[in-house]
């Protein structure tokens, strides 16, 4: 199921890439043979994104991006991690009261928006298939340390994952093992938040 989607995320990327490189390709006259070695080069570009770049390529992270930013972390998500990065889609940010997002991405929310931010990140690259085997070791349910330093559970809900929050609220995991340069991103669908 996830696979798909990342295959689509990547041909989508490869693709932006490939008309990038053709058009410059045509602007100097060169003929088809050289124009497909940017492609077959463009591969390895889309897996060597970091988690940023990752986030900037989808069009469903866009308010994610956005908060990201206004938190600074981009130079911390940017560096060599590795890091799990749980990542609520702009669906998950439309659930939260009207108005929360735009108070949060405001300077004077930073800290606030930091915490809630860091609590969606993990140490470590978790793979599905780690999260899936540490909810079996647990079990039934894994307790994951986050970067923000609150625990977040893990648990499988009708064949799926479901995390809570610190706050009692749930988010399921929908897309997984998006593989990033430094670390993976798994993306859900509802906004964890940390102890008030």
Known sequence: MTEPKFRILAGVSAL??????????QAEDTAA?????PMAAAEPAVTQTNIVAGAQA???HTTLVTAVQAADLVGTLSGPGPFTVFAPTNAAFEKLPAGTVDT???PASK????????YHVVSGELLAADIMAAIEAGGGT???????GEELKASVVNGGVQLTDAQG??????ATDLDQSNGVIHVIDTVIMPAA
Not at 17 to 24: D, M, Q, R, V
Not at 33 to 37: I, L, S, V
């Open 111 to 118: 800290d606030q928006l930091t915490k809630i931010l860091t």
């Open 33 to 37: 043979a050289p124009e497909a070695e």
């Open 142 to 148: 894994a307790t994951l340390t986050t970067v923000q």
């Open 58 to 60: 989808s069009p469903d």
């Open 16 to 25: 932006a890439l490939a008309f990038t490189l053709s058009a410059c390709s």
């Open 104 to 106: 949060l991405v405001q």
């Open 169 to 174: 609220g749930t988010a399921m995991v929908t």
